[in-house]
């Protein structure tokens, strides 16, 4: 029951224009930022300044992707049809969360390549591929905590508009207190500041994008612990949530 969920999911969402419009805006916005970096300098810039510069969009451009997807299975009664075909609430929970993953996993891919192609030849390179490989890694995991986060609120907004507009809003709200934070810890490294920096995904975004991470396993913890966080929350959530 479980994988013919997940292929129905999985169909659905590779059968929309939604998904291929996130990949579209994103490699757009990966434009925008190599020009600026390849334009605005005049000194040469080194690919680590540019290769994941483009993931400061990445969560506002998911929390839309993800609010459509949930919020269209609320509208065309997908979500009610998967209840009673299978009442297991946590695994529907669970499968729709995955294929949402899987999802924003492929724009992720996607961008950091098209990025990391595009930057080879006009940057110069000053990473290893280890560097390369240990930074994709560590977004993937800074993915999971953006759809968690934006997959729980679509899962308790339900109507597409309403959805679209909090997760957005809360998107913005995350990359703002990360400036914010950046620059306190800029003037003074304060130890709350830095923990709230940390937990927040863009805070972590902004420490992926310069590539400077000084202990990327307790990053990876922190979002791997927020995950399950979120995931618990939804489950009980979606268990008691009224589908009409």
Known sequence: MTNRILKSELYKIFHEKWLYLACFFMIIFSIGFILMQKTAMSYTVGINRVVFLPMVMYGIVISVLISVFVSEEFDDGFIKNKIIANNNRREI???????????????????????LIVSYFLFSINISIWDY??????????????????????????KKSRAIIINMG??????????????MLMADNNFLVQILFDLNPYGQTAQLTSMVNLDMRQSIKIDGFLFIIFAVLGIRYFNKKDIN
Request: aromatic fraction near 20%; charge should be neutral.
């Open 93 to 115: 929970y669970l499968t729709g969360l995955l294929s949402n993953l899987i999802a924003s996993l492929i724009v992720y891919i996607i961008t950091a390549l098209f990025t």
């Open 133 to 158: 490989v240990s930074y994709f890694l560590f977004g993937i995991f800074i993915m999971l905590v953006f759809v968690g986060l934006f997959y729980f609120v679509s899962i308790v907004v339900g």
């Open 170 to 183: 809360l998107a913005f709200i995350l990359l703002i207190a990360a400036l914010i934070m950046n620059g």
